[in-house]
C-alpha cells in the first residue's frame, strides 16, 4: 500500500526543508522514486509539484545575483527577530530549531538573515535572524536598507532587546523600521531575562510603550514555550486538525482567520473541494461534538474536521 497522498506530502516538505543545489535536487529524484507512478489523482500532482521543484532549484541555484540577502519563504508564516547587535538573538534562535549558528559576545556575529523553523502547535514556523541594525539604517548605513527589504516582506517582527540592557539602543530600531514606512504585528522579547530582575523589565516595559514585552531566557523552558505562542499569536493564523474515522492527524494544517470547512477541503486535495458535500467538526467552532455542518461553516483555532464526500 502506498503511504496516504498527503502524509507523503508532509513527509516531502520535511525532508527538502533546509536542502539547497545539488542536495535538494538529489532528495527530490529520492522521493520521485518513491511516489506510485499514477498518471491522475493527487499522486500525479506531488510528481508534478516535485519536478517544478527540481526546475525552480536550478533557476535559484543559476540566478546572477547572489549576493541577494532575499529569504526564501518557508512554513505557514514568517517572522523576523529584530535588534540592535549582540542581545542574544542566535542564541535564541538556536533554542528554537535545530540549525547551528556562530555565536559571541561581541557586535555583529551574524552578518547575513538567517531563516530556521520551529513547530508551534504542530505548526512550522519560520523565524528569520536579522543582523543588527544600527542608526542610519535607511539611509544604507550597516547594510541598512537590503535589511529592512527583508522586514518588508515578513508577516510579523519581534524586537529583541537584553532584559537589562539600554532601552535606548532598542529605540534607534523602532525608529529606523518606523522611518522606512514597515508596519507589522510585533512584540518586545526581553533576552536573557534570567540574568534581570522584575523592576528592569518594568523599566524596559515603561520606556517603551505600545509593544508587549515577553520575557525570554534560552535556559528557561518555560519561558521558550511562552515565546512560542506569543509568535504564533503575532501570525493571526489558525489550526485546524483532520480527522478520517477514529484517527485524528497530530499536524494541523495553518489557515487565516475566516477559513471555512472549503477551504479545509482544498487544502487536502482541490478536487475534493468540489466534490465533498459537509463535514463534522469537533471543537470551538461547534455547538456540539461531531456537529455536522455545510460548506460554509467557519472553522476556529483548535478545530477537528472530518470531510464528508
Known amino acids: 500500500m502506498p503511504m496516504p497522498h498527503r502524509t507523503f506530502a508532509q513527509v516531502a516538505k520535511r525532508r527538502l526543508t533546509g536542502k539547497e543545489g545539488r542536495d535538494r535536487i538529489r532528495e527530490v529524484n529520492a522521493l520521485l522514486a518513491e511516489l506510485p507512478d499514477y498518471r491522475n489523482g493527487p499522486y500525479a500532482d506531488l510528481r508534478k509539484w516535485l519536478l517544478s521543484e527540481i526546475e525552480d532549484t536550478r533557476v535559484r541555484a543559476g540566478a546572477l545575483h547572489r549576493d541577494s540577502i532575499a529569504v526564501r519563504r518557508e512554513g505557514a508564516a ?27 559576545d561581541y557586535a555583529f556575529t551574524t552578518l547575513r538573515p538567517v531563516p530556521a523553523l520551529t513547530r508551534i502547535g504542530g505548526v512550522l514556523v519560520q523565524l528569520v535572524e536579522i543582523p543588527g541594525l544600527i542608526g542610519g539604517a535607511t539611509e544604507d548605513r550597516g547594510g541598512g536598507r537590503a535589511l529592512l527589504g527583508v522586514l518588508r516582506t515578513v508577516d510579523a517582527i519581534v524586537y529583541c532587546t537584553r532584559a537589562d540592557g539600554d532601552p535606548a539602543d532598542l529605540r534607534v530600531v523602532l525608529d529606523e523600521v518606523a522611518a522606512a514606512g514597515i508596519e507589522k504585528p510585533a512584540v518586545i522579547a526581553a533576552t536573557r531575562a534570567d540574568e534581570a530582575d522584575e523592576a528592569a523589565l518594568r523599566r524596559l516595559a515603561e520606556a517603551l510603550p505600545g509593544l508587549p514585552v515577553v520575557a525570554v531566557s534560552v535556559l528557561d523552558d518555560a519561558s521558550l ?20 474515522g477514529l484517527d485524528t492527524d497530530p499536524e494541523p494544517l495553518a489557515f487565516d482567520p475566516g477559513a471555512t470547512v472549503a477551504d479545509v477541503a482544498d487544502a487536502v486535495h482541490h478536487d475534493l473541494r468540489a466534490a ?8 470551538p467552532s461547534a455547538r456540539f461534538d461531531g456537529q455536522r455542518v455545510g460548506r460554509d461553516h467557519a472553522v476556529l483555532d483548535g478545530d477537528v474536521v472530518e470531510i464528508v464526500s
Open 78 to 104: 514568517q517572522v523576523a527577530l529584530v535588534g540592535p547587535p549582540n542581545v542574544g538573538k542566535s542564541s535564541l534562535l538556536q533554542a528554537l530549531s535545530d540549525i547551528q549558528i556562530k555565536t559571541g
Open 225 to 244: 514555550e511562552t515565546f512560542r505562542s506569543t509568535v504564533w499569536a503575532l501570525t493571526g493564523l489558525i489550526r485546524v486538525h483532520l480527522r478520517k
Open 276 to 283: 465533498f458535500t459537509g463535514a463534522r467538526v469537533w471543537g
